[in-house]
């Protein structure tokens, strides 16, 4: 038997995988996130429940529908002048004034769709401090410490108490924002499960507020949505490669920025020797990390495909077929002709089930010529053998 040498590796080919991630996969459970939808034009502070699916305890709606010079007008209102950050409304609330009984307001919504249970989700909204935000300094504005979302299970109580202690509060501080520019507030985390009610505003136990001054906080808000979301990606399967292959990783995950296991920060890798990789992808919008690894091994691929010169079809279950050894590693395309150029055999996806039949009746015996075309199942690597066999019977 003769021994045809297989598939000779080229040095330095190069493989890719592209790795597929998934970032904000689901839509958007706030209802009329932007405010656009109304029942009716405001006109007056404190009527923010003239928004669709929006309220809360004297919290305001601007929308460019308001009259001129109404108190709830837009852009320019009794709180300030700001443009939105998309269409033309946006909601407003006290979100802390130390002056009057510590007050703070809340705007609220009932979510689309109850929160499923230990899901990720993500959350977003967009402020700008109000002019009407002040101290009793001019043109001294003053900042509160946090801002932040609660979620809840049942529709909490339209009061000017604080909303402290009943479920998810997710919050950030909002130090360094101004009055002419949107900020964006972005949140991550894990549900209890059933949440379906939204409040925005200040949750927190404790106000870090400057020492004898008196003033209040006043947001514009925008732009409001809450995500199921996932951050995961795959490396893929631990692979072997041929020696002198190479594997390009790259992975591809919107807004984020990468380190793999040398340092390196690109969103590609190049593989070129054994080892385990591994890749950290950080979120910083929802500070947020994810990584994946993957173990690469190498092995000699020359000789891998043994093809034979004879094979004796008689029915004793004894070499009755035209096998190739090692044909699991490579996808083959086969065909065989006779001494006149016939096909008298092909097959597209060869997998060792040739008996030496034609059209359903055996081959004489004698020698016939074959063409294997091969595609590498990992390497994607394509060889052509051509060749003789002998059928004896």
Known sequence: MTYIKGIFILLFLSLIFNIKGQQIIGTNLVQNPSFEEYYSCPCNEGELFKCKYWWGFSTDFFNICSPFLCPASYPSNFAGFQYAHSGTAYAGAIIYDYTWRRYRESIKTKLNDSLNINKRYCANFYISLSEFSYTRIPNSYILLDTIGMLFTKDSIKDTVLPIINSGIKVQNDIFNIDTVSWFKMSFNFLSNGGEKYLAIGNFEDIINWPIGTQGLTYVYIDDVSVCECSFKFNLGNDTTLCDGETLQLKVNMPNATYIWQDGSTDSTYKVTQ????????????????????????????????????IFTPNGDNINDYFVIKNIEYWNINLQVFNRWGVIVYEDNNYKNNWDGKYKGNPLADGTYFYIIKTKGKDSGNEKEYKGSLMIMR
């Open 274 to 309: 054994v080892g385990i990789y591994w890749v950290k992808a950080y979120f910083a919008d929802y500070n947020i990390t994810t990584y994946d690894t993957i173990n690469i091994m190498y092995k000699d691929c020359e000789d891998t495909l043994v093809i034979p010169n």
